[in-house]
């Protein structure tokens, strides 16, 4: 089973007296995700997000890993003014895709949304099944969360589609953890809510291609 240290984590070129500001959610001013913040980081890849925690080992700085669009409202931080946001957005690749007799899989990192993923598999005949996250989030925050389920009589929650999880430990080390229903280490991780660290690589189930038809009725 994988160990993972505590992501109170620290900065080591942090100071400690910081000038604290909120962080907005997608809705903007007045609506903050964290109210107190010292600094926004935007990494543009898994290394840059590495090096973030790693130099995080000497100061006790709580880190936050977050997308930039549908996010929850003034539940994602404490109130402590030192903590720092790794805001995954640029680090949106997109790899290793495969598809053979109507499954397949592919890589996807920490800040890719689903209409990123939707146009990529659609453009290559694949499709991500019958999981449903909105628009602007990334679905490695959908995984974290336990969104969202959108079918009864299908695995359309969002982490059924996930076969294996990239996570970055408190050390700045990568854990992967593969899909197993029957570890405890992965039932931890596939709705961590961020508490192991964050999820910056994720190796995804896919499908051939298919139309949805829906009626709503108000």
């Known amino acids: 089973m994988a160990t993972f240290v505590s992501l109170i984590a620290p900065l080591a070129y942090f100071i400690a007296s910081v000038s604290a500001s909120p962080y907005n959610t997608f809705d903007g001013e007045g609506f903050p995700a964290c109210h107190n913040v010292s600094a926004v980081y935007h990494p543009s890849s898994v290394d840059e997000m590495v ?15 977050s997308g930039k669009g549908h996010m929850w409202y003034n539940t994602m931080c404490s109130d402590d003014p030192s903590t720092i946001i790794i805001q995954t957005e640029g680090v949106n690749g997109i ?13 996807i990192e920490a800040g890719v949304t689903f209409f990123e993923l939707a146009d990529y598999l659609h453009a290559r005949g694949a499709s991500m099944g019958y999981t449903l996250v909105n628009w ?53 991780a596939s709705t961590s809510l961020g508490l192991l660290g964050p999820i910056v690589r994720m190796k995804f189930k896919i499908y051939d291609d298919f139309k949805v038809y829906a009626q709503q009725k108000m």
């Open 51 to 65: 090096s973030l925690v790693k130099s995080a080992a000497a100061s006790n700085t709580p880190v936050r890993a």
């Open 95 to 107: 790899s290793d895709f495969t598809l053979s007799g109507g499954t397949g899989s592919v890589v």
């Open 136 to 188: 602007n989030m990334t679905i490695a925050g959908a995984v974290a969360m336990g969104a969202h389920r959108s079918s009864l009589r299908e695995a359309s929650m969002v982490a059924a589609g996930v076969l294996e999880i990239d996570i970055i430990d408190g050390a700045g080390t990568i854990q992967k953890i593969p899909r197993d229903e029957t570890s405890d280490t992965w039932l931890a």
